[in-house]
């Protein structure tokens, strides 16, 4: 849960941020607050829910550990390409990481479930480029249409 939206995540502020000036800058601002407020808020509130079902403080404990491990190493990955590549490099190479990390944890899920891989990851890899375009969009639209200062 707590992987596919640090991927998913991180692959949205890349595109939206990556025209804008100080590109590097606020990227890495972005993935940081999302790698540490938003993984907290999400780390959490998985916590309470699990609290809320009954399970064991030992499994309570390790979701809520495991969640924002996951989150934290994950958003470290694209931090690290932002803060070493040119922005749209860096905008490149984390799609391909970030839809790579998709399509693996989308079969390894369809293969728990018995469900067919090829359909489980064709979607998630489409939500994952909608969430990119749309990202890329906004991203555009308020840098070159609405001259926000």
Known sequence: MGATAAIITSMGLIAGLTQGENAKASIITGLLIV???????????IHIYKESEGATSKDVRSTTFGNFTSRLILALT???????????????????WGL???????????????????????????????????????????LNHLHIA
């Open 78 to 96: 694209f931090i690290l390409m932002v803060l070493f590549l040119p922005p749209l490099t860096a905008l490149i190479v984390s799609s391909v």
């Open 100 to 142: 790579l990390l998709l399509g693996i944890l989308s079969y390894l899920i369809a293969k728990d479930r018995e469900a067919k891989p090829i359909i489980m990851v064709a979607r998630h890899l489409l939500i994952a480029l909608l969430v990119l375009a749309g990202s890329k969009f906004l991203g555009n639209l308020i």
């Open 35 to 45: 790698a540490i407020a938003d993984n907290i808020s999400d780390s959490f509130s």
